[in-house]
Every structure is written in C-alpha cells, then in structure tokens.
C-alpha cells in the first residue's frame, strides 16, 4: 500500500473513534452529571498521556507555562464541559455537526485577531456553512433548543481560538501541546464540578456509563489524539486536519446504529452543505504555516 492509501485508512480511523465520542457524551451524561464526567475524563486521559513526555521537554514547558495553561482551559476544560452538557438536550448527531463549525470559526477569529487575510470563496464557504447549519437542525428545533446549539457553538469558539494560538507556536512540540494542557484542563474543570455539586449535580453510573466513560477517556481523547500526532508526523498538519470532515459523519453513523437517531433527507442535505462550506473555507486558504510535531 502507498503511504497516501495508509494516511487515508488512518484518518478514516481516526474520524470514526472521534466520531465516537459524541455517541459516547450522550450516553455518559444520562447517568453522569457534564462538569463531573469532564473532570473524570480529562484526569484519565492526561494520567495516560503523561508516560510519553520525555526529559528533554521539561525546558520547553517552564517556558511556556502560561500559554500552556490557557490552551488547556480554552481547548479541553471548556469545550468539554459546554459539549457533554449540550449532550443532555441535544442528538449526538448533532452535537457532532455543531463541532464540525469549528474550522469556520478558526477563519474568523483569525481574520478578527489575528490579522489573516481572506479571500471570496472563503466568504463564500463561511456563508454555506451557516446556510448548512440552519437546514440541519431545522429553524423550528433551533429555536427550541437554543441554549444547547449555543453551548456547543462556544465550544466551538474556544477551539478556533486555540487553534489560531497554536499556529503560532511552532517551536513547541505537539506532544506537549496536547499533554500538558490536558492536565492543566483537568484541574481547570474541577471548579466546574464543584459548582455543579451545589446546582444540579447527579451521579448514577451503570455499567454502560462506565465502559463509555474508559473508552472515550483512553481511546477517543488519549489514543485519539496520539493517532492524530502519528498521522501528522507521517504526513502533515494538513492531511491530519482533514479528519475535521469525518466526525459529523461517522458521528451520525454512530448515532444511528447505537442510540437509534433518526436521519433525515435535511440532515444529510445540511450537513452536506456545511462539509462543503468547511472545505471551502480551508482549501482556499491564504495561509498555511508548517507545524513541529516533536
């Protein structure tokens, strides 16, 4: 097999055990209050990951200690919580097309912040996307259910802007730009959990909710993310990035086989249009700056 098919084998791979963790939130937070789950999550996946930091990254974290830091509050304490809590209202289907927005907003704050430049298509593709958004959850739903799409929609936010800030950190290892900030994220969510105990926190794990929470702790957040580094180190960031139009995809496929969501001609119609605004968006890009993976 050429290195081309095994790359596409891999990130088909990668989007369906990613696609898997919106599948696995939905199941979760029946049982397990968001902000709790997230903690649990986060400290499992950062405990697993932290075996692969090497001495020679000591230096490169006392440097960029702080930065680190946000990234972990804005990337996985954040977005984690808004997405597990969005889980209790809303489909895993669409808790997932909600996250595939993330590349649109990665343009915009980029543009606003970070001084990008954009092209037409690029316009043109953010306005397909949000068209798309629109004709998936349907005018009426979106109205309804508001301040789940809201939620996510935040999450989203917070990864774009994550997202921008690592493009501008070239000199520090992937590696580290996932391990630390999960375990700054870890900590960063106990506040969360401990507001949630005095608001509306519950706790009536099952089996079910139990095997779900190890593997979305262990497969999806730490061998995910270990499998996208692997893919971007035999390939590039943006190969690796392509995974992004997967998830709502396989998320969908999850969904409908596990949970029995229903899909619909506008569902796929919606979510076509967005997966298309999203690919324009990114490969009409101005800009792409190389990435260090090690």
Known sequence: ????????????????????????????????????????????AAIFLSFFIKKADIKSIKENIFIL???????????????ARAAVDLDASLTAVLNGTTPIFVLLIGILFFSNNINFKQV?????????????????????????????????????ICTNIL???PQISTIVLTTIPLIFGAFGSIPMTLLEINTNFYLNPSTVSIVSL?????ICTSLG???????????SALIASTVIYLIPITAMIWSSLLLSEIIT????????LMLFGVWMTNYFNVKKNP???L
């Open 291 to 293: 990435v260090k993976i």
């Open 214 to 218: 190890l593997v979305l702790s262990f």
């Open 124 to 160: 043109a593709g953010i306005t397909i996307g949000f068209i798309g958004l629109i004709i998936f959850t349907g005018y009426d739903s979106l109205a309804i259910s508001a301040y789940p799409v809201f939620l996510c929609l935040i999450g989203s936010i917070c990864y774009a």
């Open 1 to 44: 097999m050429s290195n081309s098919q095994v790359n596409f084998i891999l990130i088909l791979l990668l989007g369906f055990v990613w696609g898997a963790s919106f599948m696995l939130n939905k199941i979760i937070v029946q049982d397990i209050s968001p902000a709790f789950m997230t903690t649990i999550r986060l400290f499992l």
């Open 167 to 169: 493009e501008k950190l």
């Open 69 to 83: 830091f946000v990234i972990g509050i804005l990337n996985f304490s954040i977005p984690f919580y808004l997405y």
């Open 225 to 235: 993310l270990m499998g996208w580094i692997y893919i971007m180190k035999r390939s």
């Open 265 to 272: 001609f506008l569902m796929v119609m919606g979510l076509s």
